[in-house]
Nanobody
Framework: VQLQASGGGLVQAGDSLRLSCAAS????????MGWFRQAPGKEREFVAA????????SYGEFVKGRFTVARDSAKNTVSLQMNSLKPEDTAVYYC???????????????????RGQGTLVTVSS
């Protein structure tokens, strides 16, 4: 069972980037999915979460309408569209999944037992 985030890279402030999270080994179409990030020297923080059917989303306060989380259950993928990027968005971004019986869009990393490798996003000023 693996989750793999991809799509990171080096961009300039104000640019956009779209991250993708692909699952292998099992389907996560019945799981709440989340995105988290961790900047150097800082704690991991909640970025966004999306419900099983994609109808409900939740975002970290710092997002302020700049990011959009979406999912394609048929493809077993979740995406994070990031617009108006800022240097402070520089971090390793991780995708994660909650247990299949859980519906709450939690904001704590500890609530997501299925975790993937991260992808580095670097935003230059």
């Amino acid at each position: 069972v693996q989750l793999q985030a991809s799509g990171g890279g080096l961009v300039q402030a104000g640019d956009s980037l779209r991250l993708s999270c692909a699952a292998s080994g099992r389907t996560f179409s019945h799981n709440v999915m989340g995105w988290f990030r961790q900047a150097p020297g800082k704690e991991r923080e909640f970025v966004a979460a999306i419900s099983k059917d994609g109808a409900a989303t939740s975002y970290g306060e710092f997002v302020k309408g700049r990011f959009t989380v979406a999912r394609d259950s048929a493809k077993n993928t979740v995406s994070l569209q990031m617009n108006s990027l800022k240097p402070e968005d520089t971090a390793v971004y991780y995708c994660a999944a909650r247990g299949s019986a859980i519906t709450v869009l939690a904001r704590a990393w500890s609530m997501y037992p299925f975790r993937g490798q991260g992808t580095l996003v670097t935003v230059s000023s």
